[in-house]
């Protein structure tokens, strides 16, 4: 499979690219600049990168072109108040014009309607502390959603940099009934979740909830 990686120099973006690679699926980095990938990536024939910034268009069209999904694992400082906004339509119509098969879009739990199936203390800090950032969030949720292209969006709770845990939960938006507490999920658990994403065709058009094993009740 052939997956482009938006933000791949990120926590998720670079763990997803490592396990993607070892996978064995061809991945296309794209950049804003090169020297910060991580130097432990596989040493592969698998990865290309790209330097390009996503406020690009035409870089980033040409970039896109043959991506069987593009991951956008993109995120501003939790003071930004309109940065998916700012960026998402511009990919999104480049995704569009190259023809991308799906779009799979790595938001955050507690963005939009999810924050209701959270616990009365996480919708607290959603509502206070996150307001801002977590409003971002779910308006770049909406704009794929209306977008019309082929999607998949990743809810993941709180990421930790912390040893990753045996197993996660990809669990689809309708057969969530809570999310206890206020759970957290190793980064690395985060990215092999949304590595199972990106390889399910039949999650297009859902909206998914990664967690830890024990950090939902299901409907």
């Keep these: 499979m052939n997956l482009s990686v938006l933000g791949a120099t990120g926590n998720v973006g670079s763990r997803l690219t490592a396990q993607a690679l070892t996978a064995g699926h061809h991945i296309t980095a794209l950049v804003r600049n090169p020297g910060t990938l991580p ?6 024939e698998g990865l290309s990168v790209v330097q390009v910034a996503v406020e690009d268009r035409a870089a980033l069209l040409e970039s896109l072109r043959g991506a069987d999904v593009a991951v956008v694992s993109i995120t501003g400082k939790m003071s930004e108040r309109s940065f998916m906004q700012d960026r998402l339509p511009g990919i999104l119509e480049a995704c569009r014009e190259a023809g991308v098969g799906r779009v799979l879009l790595v938001s955050v739990f507690g963005a939009g309607d999810t924050a209701a199936k959270a616990s009365p203390l996480a919708r607290l800090v959603y509502s206070t502390v996150l307001r801002g950032f977590l409003a971002d969030k779910a308006a770049a949720d909406l704009l794929l959603i ?58 297009t058009g859902r909206r998914v909830l990664i967690t830890g094993e024990t950090g939902v009740r299901t409907a």
């Design 39 to 44: 130097a432990a990536l596989p040493n592969t």
């Design 146 to 203: 209306d977008s019309g292209l082929p999607f998949t969006i990743a809810y993941p709770v709180n990421l930790k940099d912390a040893a990753a845990l045996p197993t996660q939960l990809a669990l689809p938006l309708e057969r969530v009934a809570g999310v206890p507490g206020m759970p957290t999920l190793p980064l690395d658990n985060a990215a092999a979740a949304l590595l199972g994403l990106a390889e399910d065709p039949d999650l």
